[in-house]
Nanobody, 126 residues
Framework: QVQLVESGGGLVQTGGSLRLSCAAS????????LGWFRQAPGKEREVVAA????????YYTDSVKGRFTISRDKAKNSVYLQMNSLKPEDTDVYYC???????????????????WGQGTQVTVSS
């Protein structure tokens, strides 16, 4: 059983930056995938970025390419999402998720992510 705890959300102005953190516990991570997803009220949850824990290979949805960076720290069993040049449309609840399928980092589908954090609110003011 994997437990995920997110932190780092908050309120920021347009053009600002935030760094989200997700600490994983409960198992030793290997060829797994961790992803960041986001969801606005009344909308479907969508992928933001994902990473293969073993290789460090990454995936980004088009709307965040060049602005967001996903990374992991094996020593801290944590994954991060550095968000720069934030826009009001980035306002959402952001979730960290885990998949035991390493290939799940590429073009992630929600259905293959079986463990989720509680979410952290990111609000970008205009």
């Amino acid at each position: 059983q994997v437990q995920l705890v997110e932190s780092g959300g908050g309120l920021v102005q347009t053009g600002g930056s935030l760094r989200l953190s997700c600490a994983a516990s409960g198992r030793t991570l290997g060829n797994d995938a961790l992803g960041w997803f986001r969801q606005a009220p009344g909308k479907e949850r969508e992928v933001v970025a994902a990473i293969n824990w073993s290789s460090g290979n990454t995936y980004y949805t088009d709307s965040v390419k060049g602005r967001f960076t996903i990374s992991r720290d094996k020593a801290k069993n944590s994954v991060y999402l550095q968000m720069n040049s934030l826009k009001p449309e980035d306002t959402d609840v952001y979730y960290c998720a885990f998949s035991s399928a390493g290939s799940a980092y590429y073009r992630p589908r929600l259905s293959v992510y079986g463990h989720w954090g509680q979410g952290t609110q990111v609000t970008v003011s205009s």
